[in-house]
């Protein structure tokens, strides 16, 4: 199979829908493939608190594509732009782009970093707002992707016990008044 990393810069939303009348929006957005068999690829940006209705985020995200089923237009990028909220997001609209469309005119060693803007739509289907990013799609390579593997720090060793000069263990098991505190021996 052929495949190809998808780059994507998202850079920015303008003008969403207020999803509150009172303060400001702390808003976030998720980049997923959809149409893909297997792992879904999914990626979230940082939360921008400043921003309110036009925020900002620069935020690099990287997705590898298969490429001839993204060629038959099987593959699409989907962004939804959340509203961040105690228990889940508030959905403030979507951004749907076929992949296809991303890889158009790409040669066999890729395409150099493009910016575009593509409508941001409303659970409502009313347009509200612009997504803006930039992508940059890799060399084509060949075989199976390496999926992501999460990986886990080493456990902690056990704790030293602590001795005084003159062979003595001090108490740390933090339970019970020990000898050492109350200066028995």
Not at 51 to 79: C, R, S, Y
Not at 90 to 102: A, F, M, S, T
Not at 121 to 148: A, D, H, N, Q
Request: net charge positive; proline share 8%.
């Amino acid at each position: 199979m052929d495949y190809r990393i998808l780059d994507l810069i998202l850079v920015c939303a303008k003008g969403l829908k207020k999803s509150s009348f009172i303060g400001r929006m702390d808003v976030y957005a998720v980049a997923s493939i959809s149409g893909t068999t297997g792992k879904i690829q999914k990626l979230r940006t940082t939360v921008d608190k400043n921003g309110d209705t036009d925020p900002t985020w620069n935020f690099p995200m990287k997705f590898i594509i298969d490429e001839p089923a993204a060629l038959q237009n099987n593959h699409i990028l989907v962004v939804k732009i959340k509203a961040a909220r105690i228990f889940r997001g508030k959905n403030l609209g979507e951004v749907h782009v076929p992949i296809k469309d991303l890889l158009d005119g790409v040669k066999v060693e890729g395409k150099s970093l493009e910016s575009v803007s593509y409508q941001v739509i409303r659970r409502s289907g009313e347009p509200k707002g612009i997504l803006s990013f930039w992508y940059e799609v890799g060399e084509k390579f060949t075989g199976k992707p390496v999926e992501s593997v999460t990986v886990y720090p080493p456990p902690a060793p056990p704790p030293m016990p602590d001795i005084r000069p003159g062979g003595r263990r001090i108490n740390n098991s933090g339970v019970g008044l020990g000898t050492s505190l109350i200066g028995g021996f």
